[in-house]
């Protein structure tokens, strides 16, 4: 039997997964009231001149953590999109698993490999949100947005080749009020050397992203 092997990209993401970077966004307190000055001596204040606090918004938030992503995807799901996986996924480590929880899953079946990541990510606003999906959009140009998902969807397909070792990854990005949801899907055949489809790639994330918002969104009815 011959022994496969793999590219160095590949190889990397099976190994143990390292620990995110703390690259996310970072929750921010407003700033307190000043303390007012104190009066020079005996000056008073007439009855009409009562000071009023300062007003301090609150921003209204509709997600406050993020969901459990192994638990955002059906069984029937992953076994569709990751033939071989373990369906219980494995989590990956986070700085703050209050805003920022991504599951993963793979497996290498006969020569198929199949890799799925799940982010759910929780900003401190909607504009905060939408300014980072932008942001994210701008930085994987060439893909198209993904309607009826979301507030805004994304997805966008790439193919790489590695020591004549083809791999196809599809991303998609979707804003749901203040919280982003990822979604990468990638595959290659260490047979054929090739890669799947582009629709392959790109419908099985949309699959998974569609089914990643609706476990965000049914989180908050509960």
């Known amino acids: 039997m011959r022994s496969l092997s793999l590219p160095l990209a590949l190889t990397a993401r099976l190994s143990p997964v390292v ?123 060439g893909g198209g947005d993904v309607p009826g998902i979301g507030d805004a969807g994304y997805s966008v397909v790439n193919l790489t080749t590695e020591d004549k070792q083809q791999t196809r990854e599809g991303v998609v990005l979707v804003r749901v009020s203040n919280a982003l949801v990822s979604i990468t899907y990638s595959g290659s055949d260490f047979e054929s050397k090739k890669a799947p489809d582009t629709d392959e790639i790109n419908k099985g994330a949309i699959k998974a992203a569609k089914e990643a918002v609706a476990a965000l969104e049914d989180g908050q009815k509960g």
């Not at 996310?24 to 001149?49: Q, V």
């Open 19 to 141: 620990v995110l970077a703390a690259a996310g966004w970072a929750l921010s307190s407003g700033p307190f009231a000043a303390t007012p000055a104190a009066d020079d001596g005996g000056t008073r204040k007439s009855e009409g001149e009562s000071p009023t606090a300062p007003a301090t918004a609150a921003v209204s938030k509709t997600y406050d953590s993020a969901p459990a992503p192994c638990d955002s995807l059906g069984t029937k799901t992953i076994k569709s999109l990751v033939p071989g996986a373990k369906t219980a996924g494995k989590e990956i480590q986070s700085t703050d698993s209050k805003l920022r929880r991504t599951c993963s899953w793979n497996a290498l079946k006969g020569y198929d490999y199949r890799w799925l990541d799940v982010s759910f990510e929780i900003t401190e606003s909607d504009d905060a949100a939408l300014k980072s999906f932008k942001d994210r959009v701008a930085d994987k140009s």
